[in-house]
């Protein structure tokens, strides 16, 4: 049974610093991998979709990794900025989609 | 209207009570999904549909009734909820269901609270 885990489940950075947020999965045979924010009480916004075939995405600031043998996305985030706070998930399809909870993401102006 | 639309934003029903959401896309897509968000769990997958036909029914109780009358409408029909029902419903579409054209596109979601 796949399993998606995010850690930290929350982080506070200063602004202007460059982070990174993990995701970890059990079951490496996945289609892809879907990076999404959410803001409060709000729908997801999509990022970045990286296909199983690929190693990582890039979207502006924002840059994703896959490496699937040791079951583990990374998303790398520049140059932070307060509008970037919000809650970070990852998501991936095996023969269902199964998402991790996210991380909290608050970045201090 | 472009992306995902999901009316109401906001619902309070009592248990005894018949509702439905309603969820559209604007993005040409064959696959859309019904999802489940409560405080402090995972996104939980209810339903997909697969150019109308549903495709995955993730053990949700009968008491949610999904109904897809065409590739860019979807509804869930709501019928003596529980208090523990409460939650942020999230409508999502894609190309398709599975495989590699399945980047998920999501509605606002429909806060729905459980008298």
């Known amino acids: 049974k796949q399993e998606v885990t995010q850690i930290p489940a929350a982080l506070s950075v200063p602004e202007g610093e460059n982070l990174v947020l993990n995701c970890s999965f059990t079951d490496s045979a996945i289609y892809n991998l879907q990076w999404f924010r959410q803001d409060p009480g709000k729908g997801l916004t999509s990022l970045l979709l990286?296909?199983?075939?690929?190693r990582e995405q890039t979207s502006g600031r924002l840059n994703a990794s896959l490496d699937k043998s040791s079951g583990r996305s990374t998303l790398y985030i520049a140059a932070s900025q307060p509008g970037d706070s919000a809650t970070y998930l990852c998501a991936v399809w095996n023969d269902k989609i199964i998402f991790g909870k996210g991380t909290r993401l608050h970045i201090l102006p | 209207e472009t992306g995902v639309t999901q009316t109401p934003r906001h619902l309070v029903m009592g248990m005894t009570n018949k509702k439905s959401l309603k969820c559209e896309q604007h993005l040409g897509h064959n696959a859309m999904y019904w999802y489940k968000q409560s405080a402090k769990k995972p996104l939980e997958l209810m339903f997909v549909y697969n150019f109308k036909e549903q495709t995955e029914n993730n053990s949700v109780p009968s008491r949610f009734s999904p109904e897809c009358p065409n590739s860019s409408h979807l509804f869930l029909h709501l019928h003596t909820l529980q208090p523990e029902d409460s939650a942020l419903y999230l409508c999502a579409s894609s190309g398709l269901a599975g495989g590699w054209n399945n980047e998920q596109f999501f509605g606002p979601g429909t806060r729905l609270t459980v008298l």
């Open positions: 990286i296909q199983s075939s690929q």
